[in-house]
């Protein structure tokens, strides 16, 4: 899906481009009426290296938006969550305790399903279950977020690096003229370096913002899931009750 994204990202681009190559595009008649210009040329002034900043923005926008999705799918209150798993447990009823976790399908029913399913087991093995699935949950919520940091740091150089092209090809006409130059002679080059420029960082700024939020939100998270895995696992340590021997056994307690 990311790659599909990026070549039609790349197409675009490219295709943009030439059309203002063929075209014979200039400053002058960029202009619009009222003496302005449109965003869309604005990025043709940048020139080639406009190229990686907007597949770098179009990738940044869908992992931002991915990312959004799984995180807001994958959140559960885990306090009502717990009771209805210690109720089950309490009961006896191993077996839908498991059930239920598989219903809800979330970091936490996945993670907790690994422990009950040790249930019988010592407490250390329980630990190690519940703590490798918590290691894989946490990679599947931290999925994608060094894209988006990678983004963040790479936009703005990809800019600067079009500052540099631009700043060469603007001394290069100087060269070229011996010095009988005017403004409008050099304003190729001094558009492409301000506009890679101010693509570029706007696009770091865009991702380092979404990147820091995001990254707050999946620490919330995992906090969250720490203190619930914990909660489960001081659950299964609690010694069972002697005022009530016709009661089930409780499978659930670790002896």
């Known amino acids: 899906m990311i790659f599909k994204s990026v070549s039609i990202a790349s197409v675009f681009a490219v295709s943009l481009l030439q059309n203002a190559d063929d075209a014979d595009v200039n400053l002058p008649a960029q202009l619009t009426d009222d003496g302005g210009m449109s965003l869309l040329e604005l990025l043709v002034q940048g020139g080639y290296i406009m190229i990686p900043i907007l597949i770098l923005s179009f990738v940044a926008i869908y992992v931002i938006a991915e990312r959004w999705k799984f995180l807001k799918n994958s959140y559960m209150p885990s306090k009502p969550f717990l009771a209805a798993v210690e109720d089950m447990l309490r009961a006896g009823e191993t077996r839908a305790a498991m059930n239920h976790c598989e219903q809800v399908n979330k970091p936490l029913g996945r993670i907790l399903k690994q422990g009950i399913s040790r249930l019988g087991r010592p407490i250390a093995d329980i630990e190690e279950g519940i703590k490798n699935a918590g290691k894989k949950e946490i990679f599947m919520m931290e999925k994608r977020m060094d894209w ?90 609690k010694p069972a009750k002697k005022d009530k021997p016709a009661d089930k056994p409780r499978d659930f307690v670790v002896r």
């Open 148 to 237: 988006l940091a990678t983004i963040a740091g790479v936009a703005p150089l990809i800019g600067f690096l079009g500052t540099v092209t631009g700043m060469i090809q603007a001394f290069m006409q100087i060269q070229s003229l011996q010095g009988n130059v005017n403004p409008s002679v050099l304003a190729g080059g001094i558009w492409e370096a301000l506009i890679t420029t101010a693509a570029g960082l706007a696009v770091g700024i865009f991702a380092y913002f979404f990147y820091n939020y995001l990254l707050g939100r999946i620490n919330r998270m995992i906090f969250e899931l720490e203190m619930a895995t914990t909660e489960f696992i001081e659950l299964l340590q």
